[in-house]
């Protein structure tokens, strides 16, 4: 079975730094889809971004980017210039590209951002 | 643009009474997904429709079932209700030919005293 890890439970960056969230997971499977979902106290899940297994290049949206080592099973979120309202919980996630429509997150890490 | 609308927002249930949740998906979306997430925890799959039947199944109790319309609209019903059925529960929806991309409702509070 597929596992997520989010080894920081909380972390914290002042406004306008980069801060760098981790995210290991675990499969025998070659090809998934892993995600960056963003929960703020509102509680809506936001999809930050995307990464598909097979692709090389690391994903990037706007002050987001990833780095994604397939061998070493490890899936970090980038956040740069960071912002007051990027405070929330960020969960990784991971979906099988086989058979499966079930994503499979890990525990969170809650992001503080000081002004 | 158009997201998913789940209702009701929240929702107060004695134990041992029932519940039914809604979920629109957004428009043009035709499977839909509904996860339920416990105070403090991560969000887990429960179950999944596309065109109407079930695509997949997770750890949703026996006492629950769900169902997707033809509008696609998706019912998650629960009954006898327990007081760990107290989590907010999610509805997300993509489009057949994009799986990779759900998007998630607002969610809905179900406390149960």
């Known amino acids: 079975a597929q596992t997520v890890t989010q080894s920081q439970p909380e972390m914290s960056v002042q406004e306008a730094e980069t801060v760098t969230l981790s995210c290991t997971y675990d499969?025998?499977?070659?090809?998934?889809?892993l995600f960056w979902y963003k929960q703020p106290p509102s509680r809506q899940m936001i999809l930050v971004i995307r990464?598909?297994?097979?692709?090389?290049q690391n994903a990037t949206e706007n002050r987001f980017s990833v780095n994604f080592q397939k061998a070493a099973k490890s899936f970090s979120l980038k956040i740069s210039d960071s912002q007051l309202g990027d405070a929330a919980m960020y969960f990784c996630?991971?979906?099988?590209?086989?058979?499966?429509?079930?994503?499979?997150f890990g525990t969170g890490t809650r992001l503080q951002v000081f002004p | 643009a158009a997201g998913v609308i789940q209702s009701p927002r929240h929702l107060i249930k004695e134990k041992r009474e029932t519940a039914t949740l809604k979920c629109y998906p957004i428009?043009?979306?035709?499977?839909v997904y509904w996860y339920q997430q416990g105070p403090g925890q991560d969000p887990q799959f429960l179950i999944s429709?596309?065109?109407?039947?079930?695509?997949d199944k997770g750890s949703i109790p026996d006492r629950f079932s769900a169902q997707q319309f033809s509008d696609y609209h998706s019912e998650l019903n629960m009954s006898s209700l327990e007081l760990g059925d107290s989590a907010l529960y999610f509805c997300?929806?993509?489009?057949?030919?994009?799986?990779?991309?759900?998007?998630f409702g607002p969610g809905t509070r179900l406390t149960v005293t």
């Open positions: 429709f596309y065109e109407k039947m079930q695509s």
């Open positions: 990464q598909e297994a097979y692709k090389q």
């Open positions: 428009p043009r979306h035709d499977t």
């Open positions: 996630a991971y979906r099988s590209a086989y058979n499966t429509d079930k994503l499979i």
């Open positions: 499969t025998s499977e070659s090809d998934y889809y």
């Open positions: 997300a929806s993509s489009l057949a030919g994009r799986p990779y991309e759900q998007y």
